[in-house]
Structure formats: C-alpha cells, structure tokens
C-alpha cells in the first residue's frame, strides 16, 4: 500500500515555485540570475520540477536479479589493483579484507602461479591491464586461470584495453589495433562472461578533457570497430566492456554514468542487436584529475563522493584509486578499499535498486545527455568518423583546449580547489610530495590533474 507522506500539503506547480523565486530575488529574471551549464555543455534550470520530467522513466536496472535468494537489490564488486611488489600474503589479504576483484597490469611473462598463489578467479571478476601485448598479457592470463580449474563459464571482468590505446600510446594505425582486437574477441569466445576489450572513456576525463565529449569520443570508436572489425554486431556488443572515470560534478556523473548505459542500448538497438540495460557490465574508477597532491586529506572526501556517484549511476564494478597509487602508502590504500565497504554497510547503498530513479533533476539531465550524445556523435561523423578525427588530431586538440582552460582556470583562482588555491596544507605538510613533471607526445593523451599547474608553482618555489 502507498502513502502519501505530504498529502496535508497543497502541490505548487512549477509555475507558482518561478513565481516564488522572482519575488526572493527581488523581480529579476530567475533564468539568467540562477542558470548555470554543466560541464560548460548542458543547460541547468535554476531549478526543476515534476513537469521537467521526461514523458518515460522507469527504474534502471543495473544488473541480473541474482539467483542466489537473500541477496541485496544492489550489487556491485569492489576492485584493488595489484602494483609491483605486491606479495601473495599481500594480495591474499586484500581479498580476506573488502577486496572483491583484482585489476590486474600484466605484460604476459609474469608467474601468476606465485603471485596469485590461492586466488580463485571463478569467484572473482579480475581485470586485465596490458602493459605491452595485449594478446600476450591475455594469453597468460588463461593459461593461469585454466590452471586453476576454474570453469570457463564462471570466469568474469575483461580486459582494459581498447583499439585506440595502440595509437595514444605507441603511435600505431587503427587499423592494426583492430586486428589486435579481432583476435582478442577469438581468444574470449570459450569464456562467455568475460569482454574482450573496453570502450574506456577516462582517457578523455584524466587528461583533461570534457566528460561529455568522452562519451562521444568512446561511442564514436564502438561504431568504427562496428563498422570496420568485420565481426558481428551481436558479438561485439556481448564482448565490449564500459569503463568511465567518475569526478567531483556529483549529481553530473550519476546522470552521466547513467546515460552511458542507457546509449549503449540505443546504439546496439540500432545495429539490430536487442540489449537490455542490466546485460551492460559498467567498470567505473574514482578520478585522478580532480585531485590533487597538496592536501591528502581533500582527496579522501572527493574519492568517497565519486564511488557514492559511481554506485548511484549504476557501476557493476567499482575501482577506489588512491592518488599515485604505486608510490602510496599502505594506509591510503586501505582507506580506499574500505570506501566500497563503507557505502554499502553504513549508507546502505545496495538496499535501492536504483535511488536516483525519479529525480526531477537527474531524470531531466539524463534526458539532455542522451539528446547531446546523438548530436555530437553525428558531428563526428561529418569530419571522418572517430579514427579520422584521432588522426586529424581532432581528440587532441579538444582534450587538450578543456585542460589548459580548467588548469588556468584553476590557477587563476576563478575555478576553487580547496587544499590546492583555498585552503591549501600548510608548508610543511607539502614537503617531499612527488611531483612528476608533466610531459605528452603529440599522439599522447597523459592523465595529469586540474591542479597541476598550480601544484608546479607551490613545490618548486618552497
């Protein structure tokens, strides 16, 4: 039975709520006073109503109903990355203590037989990260698991590369890098569960760039291996991870992530592939653009508001990044694996299926960024397509504009980071931070920070 909790209240209608606004403001124009744009891109109302709501909306379902009864509404695996010099007992540890999958850097001559001595990957999703071949790291991965005497059907998680990682990061031809991805697709067809490559967008939001135009660029480069892999829609849409970068835009990212997903049907739609939003499997990390190296503690607030946005807008697994995670210290990474434990045990996140379902707000700007993706992506396409516009330049030279705006925006303290131009640590907390200087090849698109030019300005002048 439903109960109206406010039923002692008359409804305003949204007319009445602008009405209202005008007279606090003393008769200016609401619009122009109060309207702001998201991410520089999307118009924001001064403030929305049940009118504003699209004419559909349902709750999304982010995964399957499990089989196994009891479980919550909610689920989502919470991933630690294994860096150099991590022990067995080490890995071991993290898995007996909130880890819940592994992020695996592989180059495919590594013994996994030592390393993951006990690890049992049919019970754990595991993402591999290629260091070199990505044929070879997968290759070797296999060859372990198979080992292990897991059940080809169980094994789950994919691969953390994606065909235009060959050119950001080596310089070599689209074209090559699809060969690369039609064998991948090869080797995964005994292992259903497991993607053969990801459509990873936070290239595009680590670097700097827009967090719009970093779901184009990725659906941009799913059409072109659409259309130029020669592999079978069906097959790819089965095989194709989605991984995303979430910042500190809060309610921003939640509509984000979930248009994401929500696009990827359309577009398998298109292809004649029928797809429902719960078969899409959404890898989502916490931002290293957002944060900054001067003041630690800053960023262990926007790492948990970013994994609270990351499980509301629907991420099936979910990656906490402490800030340069190969140098940080054991107790950093221990807070962010526990970021996961703690949205689940003591705010109760997995209890609601979907608690951003009905948000006059989030539902309304879902609804632009599922208008803003299609009008984009048909620019693309009027200047080649995704691999002219990588090989134009076109992907760099956006990504590039949006950082250097934002980093002197940051700079000029026109945009606030606290810890960074408010409120910074003081000096002697900022002594011995490990500055790497930033440095990027034309055909290179480098994670850096918002905060990095003000950073270079504070380490070496103290």
Same mark, same amino acid.
């Given at each position: ?13 949204k ?23 998201l ?8 403030f ?12 999304s379902?982010?995964?399957?109903f ?28 993290f ?10 850097? =592989?180059?495919?001559?590594?013994? +996994? $037989?030592?390393?993951?001595?006990? &690890?049992?990957?049919?019970y #754990?999703?595991m !993402? ?25 059907d ?12 060959l ?20 080797m ?10 990801a459509?990873q967008?936070?290239r595009y939001?680590e ?18 291996i659409?259309?130029?892999s ?5 097959? =790819?849409?089965?095989?194709?991870? +989605? $991984?995303?970068?979430?910042g500190? &835009?809060h309610?921003?990212? #939640?509509?984000? !992530? ?9 577009l ?6 029928p797809m ?27 790492q948990?508001y ?17 800030l ?9 990474r ?15 996140l ?23 993706i299609?009008?984009?992506?048909? &620019? ?14 076109h992907v760099h ?17 026109q ?12 000096p ?12 990027e ?22």
């Open positions: 039975m439903t109960r109206n909790l406010f039923q002692e209240f008359e409804p305003s209608s007319s009445e709520w602008m009405a209202q606004a005008t007279r606090d403001i003393k008769g200016k124009d609401v619009q122009a006073v109060l309207s702001s744009k991410w520089d891109s999307l118009h924001q109302a001064p929305y109503a049940f009118e504003d709501l699209p004419s559909e909306i349902s709750q379902r982010f995964h399957s499990p089989d196994l009864p009891g479980l919550p509404p909610r689920i989502w695996n919470n991933l630690v990355s294994v860096i150099p010099g991590d022990s067995n007992p080490e890995i071991l540890k898995l007996e203590n909130g880890a819940e999958g592994l992020v695996l850097p =592989l180059y495919g001559a590594e013994n +996994l $037989e030592e390393v993951l001595h006990g &690890v049992l990957p049919h #754990i999703p !993402l591999i990260k290629p260091l070199g071949n990505p044929v070879q790291a997968l290759a070797r991965f296999f060859e372990w698991a198979d080992a292990t005497g897991a059940n080809p169980q094994l789950s998680g994919g691969m953390l590369w994606t065909p235009s990682d050119y950001f990061d080596r310089n070599e031809s689209f074209g090559l890098a699809l060969e690369i991805l039609n064998e991948l697709v090869e995964t067809e005994p292992y259903p569960n497991f993607k053969a490559f459509i967008t936070s939001t670097s700097g760039g827009n967090p719009l135009d970093a779901l184009v660029f990725g659906l941009g480069e799913l059409m072109e659409l259309d130029k020669g592999r079978q829609p069906e097959e =790819l849409f089965q095989k194709v991870l +989605l $991984e995303a970068s979430v500190e &835009v309610f921003g990212e #939640i509509a984000r !992530l979930k248009a994401f997903r929500k696009a990827i049907v359309s398998a739609g298109l292809y004649q592939v429902k939003e719960e078969e899409v499997v959404l890898s989502v990390q916490t931002s290293q653009w957002s944060k900054s190296i001067l003041d630690v503690n800053t960023n262990l607030i926007r948990t970013e994994a609270m946005a990351g499980v509301l807008g629907g991420a099936n697994l979910l990656w906490v990044k402490p340069q995670e190969e140098s940080a210290m054991d107790l950093d221990r807070i962010a694996r526990n970021v996961s434990t703690i949205l689940r045990e003591e705010s109760y997995d209890k609601v299926q979907d608690p951003a379902a009905g948000s006059f707000y989030l539902e309304s700007i879902t609804a632009e960024i599922l208008d803003f299609p009008a984009q992506l048909s &620019v693309l396409e009027k200047k080649g397509g995704f691999e002219n516009a990588l090989n134009q330049g030279a956006s990504v590039r504009a949006n950082r250097e705006k934002i980093q002197n925006q940051v700079f000029e303290n945009l606030v980071k606290i810890g960074a131009n408010q409120y910074p640590a003081p002697k907390l900022q002594k011995n931070l490990d500055l790497e200087l930033f440095e090849k034309m055909h290179e698109l480098k994670p850096t920070r918002a905060t990095y030019l003000i950073e270079l300005q504070t380490l070496t002048q103290s």
